[in-house]
Structures are given as C-alpha cells and as structure tokens.
C-alpha cells in the first residue's frame, strides 16, 4: 500500500496573503486526516512564506494528541536551524532536500557524493533523535546506492520532469527513468551503513491524478507520494475530504 501525505505549504501560502488565521493549516489538515490520508508535510522555509516555526509544533502536536499512527514528515535544506527544528518537533520522517533558501520550489535532488561531508553528520544526527530519513534525489540508477552509503532509509524520487511531461513519449521516458531508479534502490539495501535493509522509495512533486496511477503500476512497492500542489487545486473543485479519497484510490 502507497501512503499518501498531503504537504500543506500552498495551503499556509494562501493563508499567508492576509493577516487572519484562515485557512486554518491545522483545520485543513484534520479535514485530510480524516478522510484516509496517511500522514502530513510541510517544508517550512527560513523567510517562513508559506509554513511557519508554529505550524510545524501545532501539527506535531494535533497529529500525536488526535491522530496516532499517522505520520508526521518535514522537509528541508540540512541547515543548523532546520536541524535543530526536527529535533525539537521528532517527526516521523525528515525528508532532505538540496534547495536554495530563495528557491520558490524543489527543482532537483542531491548529488550525495558532492555533499557527503554535509549529509552523513546530518543523517546521524537525525537517526539519534529517532527521525527517519529521505533523501531527495534524481532518476538517476546511481542515486540510491549513494543514499544507502550515507545512511538514508529512504530515498524521494523527484518527479517534477514526469510531471511536467504532457506528452506520452517524454512521459514514458521519464517513468521509464523512474522505474530504474527504483529497481536500483531495491538492490543499495546491502550496501548501507549499518545493518542490510531494504532502501524504500517514496515520491513527490507535481504529481496528479492523472499521472500517480502510471507511476503506482510502474513502481508498485512505492512507500509514499507527497502531494500538495494538485491536491490543493483539486480541493478547490472537489473540496479536500473527497480530494483526499481520490489520491488514495489513485495510490491503490
């Protein structure tokens, strides 16, 4: 079974455009939640111009008190500030991703091997305060490897060009590249630091109803997809409790 976590950063965004407490980003999030999501993301920024410092302890919060078992996921640039953050929320999943502070969204993954100075200590610290960590990479068959070699229990696959691919043959090239990608971290598990295990694979970034299902069937053991842009205009037509039902029938 693919979990879906439904990210809320366009939610906080629209928020954000005027000095009043709605939409409620906890609000949106309990109206998902209860509908069958499997867990919640936010990538909260140092300018804080969608997802705020607050947000973040008022989900972990509701998400423990109300929600137990589902998951709680942060994303973000392994800044002392951001670290420090996780530790004091514990989320479920720290999911690490390359971007520039400026950078309005994730537009690439990790090239581990160039930072392996900067992301091994940060994984470890992570694992120590008890975190799960992705990290955001590439199709790219040789990402994964990388991945287990730094410690990483999971590995994102940044699925912006499939996405952004409305063409069926730049499309199936894509999911082609995506699939290998996958099949590679099924293999990295043995060479990871630590214990062999298996290197999980989740998914995120401009995914949609009309393309999540090519990509369940072609990568069927997908852990997770996040999803926050399409979800958030599909809340618009379908209202989010019914948008949240249909993602999760998309990720079956």
């Known amino acids: 079974m693919t979990h879906l976590s439904v990210n809320l950063n366009a939610v906080a965004m629209l928020r954000n455009r005027r000095s009043v407490p709605w939409p409620s980003v906890t609000g949106i999030a309990r109206v998902a939640l209860d509908a069958g999501a499997d867990g919640i993301t936010v990538h909260p920024r140092p300018d804080e111009r969608h997802i705020r410092r607050t947000d ?8 423990r008190r109300d929600y137990p078992g589902r998951e709680f996921n942060i994303e973000g640039y392994p800044s002392e500030d951001f670290l420090a953050l996780c530790e004091a929320a ?9 971007d520039d502070p400026l950078q ?15 992301l091994l200590p940060a994984i470890e610290r992570l694992h120590a305060g008890g975190m799960r960590v992705s990290l955001f990479i590439d199709a790219d068959p040789t990402a994964p490897a990388a991945a287990a070699l730094v410690g990483a229990d999971r590995v994102e696959l940044y699925t912006g060009p499939y996405g952004a691919a409305l063409q069926p043959e730049p499309a199936t090239a894509r999911l082609a590249a995506l699939k290998q990608t996958a099949d590679a971290a099924r293999l990295a598990g043995a060479n990871r630091r630590g214990p062999a295990r298996p290197l999980q694979v989740n ?22 997809v996040s ?26």
């Open 90 to 98: 514990r989320p479920d999943q720290v999911t690490l991703v390359p």
């Open 104 to 118: 309005s969204t994730s537009d690439h993954g990790w090239p581990i091997e160039a930072n392996r100075a900067l």
């Open 203 to 224: 998914a995120g970034h401009d995914l949609n109803l009309v393309n999540l299902p090519p990509l369940k069937a072609a990568i069927p053991d997908l852990a997770e």
């Open 56 to 63: 973040v302890f008022e989900l972990v919060a509701m998400l």
């Open 227 to 252: 999803i926050g842009h399409a979800v958030t205009a599909d809340a618009l037509l379908y209202g989010m409790a019914e948008t949240v039902r249909r993602y999760k029938a998309a990720c079956s």
